[in-house]
């Protein structure tokens, strides 16, 4: 049993649910908060932070160049499926593609535990989406 708490939040009175992530990069953990829109499919904004992955490579997640890939990317499919955002290999991913971001060159451990963090925390909160969805 574990804890999925949820924040909200309003802008231009709208509201945004952020969910808290975390996982495992390549020296030691990786956490942060995703943002998602009304339609709590589509990501508003993320943003990540690391204890010690190797600056230059890994520590790039904190980037804003790396975090604003996220934006406007969805969680759900058309068909209602759970997919996430896929982090690909830096360089591979289709630039419009509303499911995938580029990972970072020579950060593919923690481009991996990004990944895996993502389909890993967001995949719990699933059921919870379904629901606040079909009470909208």
Known sequence: ERSLPVFESSLDESTQYIIPVFGKGLWGPIWGYVSLENDLSTVFGAN???????????????????QEQFFGKEIFNEQGEFVSVSVLKGGTADPNSKYEVDGISGGTITSKGVDDMLKDCLASYEPYFKNIKNNI
């Open 48 to 66: 990540f932070a690391h204890k010690g992955e190797t600056p230059g490579l890994g520590a790039e997640i904190e980037t804003s160049d790396f």
